[in-house]
């Protein structure tokens, strides 16, 4: 094992182990790529959209132990080991359904690493063979023989205070960090980080659970959402201010953001008689066949409002058919590395909603898609018209070397890449962002190396370009500039 890495500027750099896979093979084309990185590898870190837990940061106590840092909250991680027949319940994801789990973390470590090699030719092997290095000093690869050795090695660094929570996301540069969270959800952990001067953790708006119909615990959320907001929900009206409030108060603590999920792009606003009609039905738990779809279509629009009138950028996730797999859902829950991606179209579906607000200036909706067939035929042909639309990272299943590649030849000769989002890091696990960022930005290198060599774009283009997509195009399109 290495010595640990010291806090500092570099702290985060490359051992190359790992990374130089995102390179060309080409030697021409690897060190114009290599000299594209040197200029933005240090640039700080914007990450507009992710999951990370704000308790941890507002508390600032020590990260968990291994097992709850790289295995337990990483979808990533335990998809693909359930894949090979490793029971959920022995690498201690929770279940909701009271089947006893694994509380040993060493033991779920060995597990991890008995089944590491599943792990070859995929980002999330990349992620972890970086992180391992980069933040741990862990020079071998990880297998079951060496497995207690590097779980000694990064426990012990865990107890250290520079491996402290706000330690770290000094140490990682990170200029923004960007929770998801409920629109019921109080804020207490935000509003504590404010209080005590830390104010680049914003909150993001997500509400969903209360959006969509179908929810799970529909019912429940809305009276959760008439508690937090101070408003008796008691009709479509009183609804649609209830959220309003909620949106004022993420607002008032930072978020410059809401957040929304779809399987579709659908957009279709209603008759006011028409939703009211819908809203009272499902108010009375008798909802009607179709009245759901309906209703998400019509909040997405009304969404697409509110953000016009209060400046939160609206981000739109489509094309996920989420908890495919029922029985892992009715035993863990959610977001459980079941979501598997759908068709989808977005030119005749959105068009409601551009036709309201796409040429608005106050207005700016971000656009994430699993349907990657998708990005050149629809998506990167309206970014490059719509002033309001930009276009967001590959997500999920293409936030992988070959998927932004083929994202960047998708998009950015029709969009333009200042119509382009820019990256977010869309994780739960915190000590990931850098690796994560590292590999979005060896891979624009390589990109923008590639086409400067075939005289696609200069030397200064390209060197701009690099900039913009590392770091400028997420501050500009989530309005953290």
């Known amino acids: 094992m290495s010595t640990p890495p010291t806090a500092g500027a570099d702290a985060g750099r490359t051992t190359d182990r790992g990374a130089d896979r995102c390179f060309s093979p080409e030697p021409s084309t690897r060190a114009l790529a290599r000299e594209l ?36 909250p990483d979808h990533y991680v335990f998809r693909m080991l359930y894949s090979q027949g490793l029971p959920m319940e022995d690498v201690g994801v929770p279940s909701r359904d009271g089947t006893p789990v694994e509380q040993d973390p060493r033991a779920i470590w060995r597990r991890f690493a008995q089944h590491f090699q599943l792990f070859r030719g995929t980002p999330t092997g990349l992620w972890l063979t970086l992180e391992l290095e980069r933040l741990f000093g862990v020079d071998e690869k990880l297998r079951a023989e060496n497995a207690d050795e590097i779980y000694d090695v990064i426990e012990t660094r865990l107890r250290l205070p520079e491996y402290r929570p706000r330690a770290l996301f000094e140490r990682f540069n990170i200029h923004t960090l960007a929770t998801t969270d409920a629109a019921t959800d109080t804020l207490e952990h935000h509003q504590a980080m404010r209080d005590s001067g830390f104010t680049r953790v914003r909150p993001t708006f997500r509400p969903d659970a209360v959006l969509n119909l179908d929810a799970d615990g529909w019912r429940a959320n809305l009276e959760t959402l008439a508690r937090v907001s101070g408003i008796d929900v008691t009709d479509y009206a009183s609804y649609l201010a209830a959220i309003e409030q909620r949106r004022a108060h993420f607002k008032a603590l930072g978020a410059t953001a809401t957040d929304h999920a779809a399987l579709t792009a659908d957009v279709a606003p209603l008759s006011p008689a028409e939703v009211g009609a819908i809203f009272a039905r499902a108010l009375a738990g008798n909802s009607a066949a179709g009245d759901a779809p309906r209703f998400t279509a019509h909040m997405l629009f009304e969404m697409a409002r509110m953000s016009s009138e209060d400046g939160l950028v609206m981000q739109l996730h489509v094309g996920s ?52 067939s998708s990005y050149s035929r629809e998506l990167a042909p309206m970014a490059g018209h719509y002033p309001a639309l930009r276009l967001g990272a590959p997500w999920w299943f293409f936030d992988s070397v070959k998927g932004m590649e083929r994202y960047l030849d998708a998009v950015l000769e029709t969009a333009g890449a200042y119509n382009l989002a820019g990256f977010n890091d869309d994780t739960r696990a915190f000590a990931s962002i850098p690796a994560r960022h590292e590999v979005w930005r060896r891979v624009v290198a390589n990109w923008l190396a590639g086409q400067t060599l075939r005289g696609l774009m200069d030397d200064e283009d390209a060197r701009a370009l690099a900039r913009a997509l590392a770091y400028e195009q997420a501050l500009d399109s989530y309005r953290l500039s």
């Open 321 to 372: 058919l989420r908890n495919h797999n029922r029985a892992v859902f009715e035993r863990f829950g959610l977001d459980k590395g079941a979501d598997i991606p759908v068709a989808t179209t977005w030119t005749r579906a959105l068009r409601p909603l551009l036709d309201a607000y796409g040429n608005d200036p106050r207005y700016r909706l971000v656009v994430f898609t699993l349907d990657e």
């Open 37 to 72: 990185y040197a200029e933005i590898e240090s640039l700080p870190l914007v990450s507009p959209h992710g999951h990370v837990d704000p308790r941890m940061l507002a508390e600032d106590a020590p990260l968990p132990d291994p097992a709850q840092l790289f295995i337990i």
